[in-house]
T-cell receptor, first 112, second 115 residues
Framework: KAGVTQTPRYLIKTRGQQVTLSCSPI?????VSWYQQTPGQGLQFLFE???????NKGNFPGRFSGRQFSNSRSEMNVSTLELGDSALYLCASTMGAEEKLFFGSGTQLSVL | GESVGLHLPTLSVQEGDNSIINCAYS??????FIWYKQESGKGPQFIID?????DKRQGQRVTVLLNKTVKHLSLQIAATQPGDSAVYFCAEKGAGGTSYGKLTFGQGTILTVHP
């Protein structure tokens, strides 16, 4: 069974641009969560989607948004990029009710 | 302003030694705890988990201990190998809707295993 797949692996953007990151969960998993990982703040929860609905959201500004499609694939978008948005963005999936999250390898975003 | 990076605790051991990584969690209402291993360039990889109604759980070469009285979690790795070198994170999760998909991670501990 394939793991969680995130694309692209690396991204370089400039301030003010927007970016969309993609995540394909493990087959059969319906819950997708997104996390931001930085050296300064560690791993922080962004949001969680289940059956195309956002069920939970972390403490990030509205520039960070996401969505989930009917096939459980998910995208997250960051608008008006800031230097501080440079981070590893991780996607994780689970069946829905279980707590154990399975993570992808992440998308490394650099904002110049 | 200038951000302050996390200064991760480090643990250096010799190959074959047993390792113990400690973690203090913050929320007494958390009912699920999990350990992840993260190698350079990869996402966190599940190691072992434990629920709050247990105080010990064993896996292959790993044991997790939970002390709810002092809100402390530990990961024991037996016969540590060079391939165990990584950053180890503990994480906690509460019950209820506000915890959907949300794990609260510790800062991490860098484990280095010397051959």
């Amino acid at each position: 069974k394939a793991g969680v797949t995130q694309t692209p692996r690396y991204l370089i953007k400039t301030r003010g641009q927007q970016v969309t990151l993609s995540c394909s969960p493990i087959s059969g998993h319906r819950s997708v969560s997104w996390y931001q990982q930085t050296p300064g703040q560690g791993l922080q929860f962004l949001f969680e989607y289940f059956s195309e609905t956002q069920r939970n959201k972390g403490n990030f500004p509205g520039r960070f948004s996401g969505r989930q499609f009917s096939n459980s694939r998910s995208e997250m978008n960051v608008s008006t990029l800031e230097l501080g948005d440079s981070a590893l963005y991780l996607c994780a999936s689970t069946m829905g009710a279980e707590e154990k999250l399975f993570f992808g390898s992440g998308t490394q975003l650099s904002v110049l | 302003g200038e951000s302050v990076g996390l200064h991760l605790p480090t643990l250096s051991v010799q190959e074959g030694d047993n390792s113990i990584i400690n973690c203090a969690y913050s929320n007494s209402a958390s009912d699920y705890f999990i350990w992840y291993k993260q190698e350079s360039g990869k996402g966190p990889q599940f190691i072992i988990d434990i629920r709050s109604n247990m105080d010990k759980r064993q896996g292959q070469r790993v044991t997790v201990l939970l002390n709810k009285t002092v809100k402390h979690l530990s990961l024991q790795i037996a016969a540590t190998q060079p391939g165990d070198s990584a950053v180890y994170f503990c994480a906690e999760k509460g019950a209820g809707g506000t915890s959907y998909g949300k794990l609260t991670f510790g800062q991490g501990t860098i484990l280095t295993v010397h051959p």
